[in-house]
């Protein structure tokens, strides 16, 4: 386990954007439909593996606010 994914294991989705200061630029994307941007902002909490699929999911229901409870 890398030491990024050991500093956020067991949190959210939520929870690790927020504990990295980048809760508010996610949401700024998701808005904006800016996948790249929201991409890149998941694989700076540790979710790189996972964060085209987790964005994917936050696209293709633009009713959600784009916050997922998620824990990985």
Known sequence: MT?????YRGMTVNERLFAAGLLSDFDEWVGSGNRKKMIELLDRVGLARQSAWIVDSILSHPTRSGRMSFEF
Do not use: I, K, R
């Open 3 to 7: 030491e990024m994914e050991e500093l």
